[in-house]
């Protein structure tokens, strides 16, 4: 079925706006990642084409062009200073891939069997180049039905990830704003943001733009220069493009080139971020009921015992350098769904039990940086290198 690309486009936005419409009602309890989920997912099964996210104007070059600009514009969300100091979710974030795989190939391989676990355990570590990776060897082997596991894994493991993450990432901000309220910590106003700018900004080279140059012409165009340039430099240094952008991005604004919150002050993340998620949303269009039914007891058992595995080890390692159990857990579930999820679910989070600017600033001041690092973690880097290690042992 064809639609008129207006038609299209705003069937996909009222699905965004629902799952956004139930998360605010709920207060978060149920995210909007999850509603949009299943409701993309019914509509696939029933009545809306399965190229329907296409139809809507949203196509890859477009959806790549969305993730450039947004992973820089998470950049400039954070300095250098934060992002050095984030080795702990780093190494948490390994640690809850160590425990998928620990559970996922001892037990998992008891009940489901070698091959099984082997295919579907990297796509549960995150990132769909680890599910291509692995259901192109398991279909080169002739094992058509792992190769399906291994694509549907991919594309299931977010109904899992999005719930618990949210539950968690609520303890957490509400532990947060706590402390502004019991007076444990004192928030400063941000009305003298030169004073914060200077502090902020000790290695900037380039004088800030004035005030009534920095239009959403400019902005995006400085953006575009510097995602530009990573995408170019990262075959040479061997690191993944989308990483290279994030740490662009922090440069970009440390020397004074990009500004802080870049796409919010352009007045262009809100749409971005949209063509993302609704490109994200078109993979349910793979996951059909019948290839659901088949695969359906391997699929949810071998997610129930990764992120089992993943809770156990990412607990005690958060605790062991001071993180709280449920930053701990939910920086390693980024693994089920990765960026722009991870951003989100913390916003959402981060709103549904703060009662105000600052108990909210707080919050994502100190969940954020850790949700966006440990998605590069576990979905960008950890999954590629399990993914390329698993394919030797199917």
Same mark, same amino acid.
């Given at each position: 079925?064809?639609?008129?690309?207006?038609?299209?486009?705003?069937?996909?936005?009222?699905?965004?706006?629902?799952?956004?419409?139930?998360?605010?009602?709920?207060?978060?309890?149920?995210?909007?990642?999850?509603?949009?989920?299943?409701?993309?997912?019914?509509?696939?099964?029933?009545?809306?084409?399965?190229?329907?996210?296409?139809?809507?104007?949203?196509?890859?070059?477009?959806?790549?062009?969305?993730?450039?600009?947004?992973?820089?514009?998470?950049?400039?969300?954070?300095?250098?200073?934060?992002?050095?100091?984030?080795?702990?979710?780093?190494?948490?974030?390994?640690?809850?891939?160590?425990?998928?795989?620990?559970?996922?190939?001892?037990?998992?391989?008891?009940?489901?069997?070698?091959?099984?676990?082997?295919?579907?355990?990297?796509?549960?570590?995150?990132?769909?180049?680890?599910?291509?990776?692995?259901?192109?060897?398991?279909?080169?082997?002739?094992?058509?039905?792992?190769?399906?596991?291994?694509?549907?894994?991919?594309?299931?493991?977010?109904?899992?990830?999005?719930?618990?993450?949210?539950?968690?990432?609520?303890?957490?901000?509400?532990?947060?704003?706590?402390?502004?309220?019991?007076?444990?910590?004192?928030?400063?106003?941000?009305?003298?943001?030169?004073?914060?700018?200077?502090?902020?900004?000790?290695?900037?080279?380039?004088?800030?733009?004035?005030?009534?140059?920095?239009?959403?012409?400019?902005? @995006?165009? #400085?953006?575009?220069?510097?995602?530009?340039?990573?995408?170019? +430099? !990262?075959?040479? &240094?061997?690191?993944?493009? /989308? $990483?290279?952008?994030?740490?662009?991005?922090?440069?970009?604004?440390?020397?004074?080139?990009?500004?802080?919150?870049?796409?919010?002050?352009?007045?262009?993340?809100?749409?971005?971020?949209?063509?993302?998620?609704?490109?994200?949303?078109?993979?349910?269009?793979?996951?059909?009921?019948?290839?659901?039914?088949?695969?359906?007891?391997?699929?949810?058992?071998?997610?129930?015992?990764?992120?089992?595995?993943?809770?156990?080890?990412?607990?005690?390692?958060?605790?062991?350098?001071?993180?709280?159990?449920?930053?701990?857990?939910?920086?390693?579930?980024?693994?089920?769904?990765?960026?722009?999820?991870?951003?989100?679910?913390?916003?959402?989070?981060?709103?549904?039990?703060?009662?105000?600017?600052?108990?909210?600033?707080?919050?994502?001041?100190?969940? @954020?940086? #850790?949700?966006?690092?440990?998605?590069?973690?576990?979905?960008? +880097? !950890?999954?590629? &290198?399990?993914?390329?290690? /698993? $394919?030797?042992?199917?």
């Amino acid at each position: 079925m064809t639609l008129n690309v207006v038609g299209a486009f705003s069937i996909v936005l009222g699905i965004l706006a629902i799952g956004e419409f139930v998360s605010t009602k709920t207060k978060a309890f149920v995210p909007s990642v999850f509603v949009s989920a299943a409701l993309f997912l019914i509509g696939f099964w029933t009545i809306l084409p399965r190229d329907i996210v296409t139809q809507s104007a949203f196509a890859k070059p477009m959806v790549y062009l969305s993730m450039y600009l947004l992973l820089t514009h998470m950049g400039t969300l954070m300095s250098v200073k934060e992002l050095l100091s984030q080795w702990r979710t780093v190494l948490i974030a390994f640690c809850g891939i160590a425990g998928i795989c620990l559970m996922t190939l001892t037990v998992g391989n008891l009940l489901f069997g070698w091959e099984t676990v082997v295919a579907a355990t990297p796509p549960l570590t995150g990132g769909v180049v680890a599910s291509i990776l692995m259901s192109s060897a398991a279909a080169d082997k002739g094992l058509t039905t792992i190769a399906v596991l291994a694509t549907s894994m991919y594309i299931m493991q977010g109904f899992f990830g999005y719930p618990v993450t949210a539950l968690m990432l609520k303890k957490e901000a509400n532990r947060l704003a706590n402390k502004i309220r019991n007076g444990e910590i004192k928030v400063k106003s941000n009305n003298n943001e030169a004073v914060n700018d200077k502090q902020k900004s000790k290695f900037r080279i380039i004088p800030p733009l004035p005030e009534k140059y920095q239009t959403t012409y400019v902005i @995006l165009l #400085k953006l575009g220069i510097v995602a530009y340039l990573a995408q170019a +430099i !990262a075959p040479f &240094i061997h690191v993944n493009q /989308f $990483v290279v952008c994030l740490l662009f991005g922090v440069i970009g604004r440390e020397i004074g080139f990009l500004e802080e919150k870049a796409l919010i002050k352009a007045k262009s993340f809100g749409f971005l971020i949209t063509v993302l998620m609704a490109y994200i949303f078109s993979g349910l269009s793979k996951a059909t009921p019948e290839m659901l039914q088949q695969i359906a007891l391997p699929l949810f058992g071998i997610i129930v015992l990764g992120v089992v595995g993943m809770a156990i080890m990412s607990m005690i390692v958060g605790k062991l350098l001071g993180y709280t159990k449920e930053m701990a857990f939910s920086i390693a579930m980024t693994s089920l769904y990765g960026f722009p999820a991870d951003y989100i679910l913390t916003i959402e989070s981060a709103k549904s039990v703060t009662n105000n600017d600052k108990e909210y600033e707080y919050a994502i001041n100190e969940m @954020l940086p #850790k949700m966006l690092v440990g998605g590069f973690t576990t979905v960008t +880097i !950890a999954s590629v &290198i399990i993914a390329g290690f /698993f $394919v030797k042992l199917l």
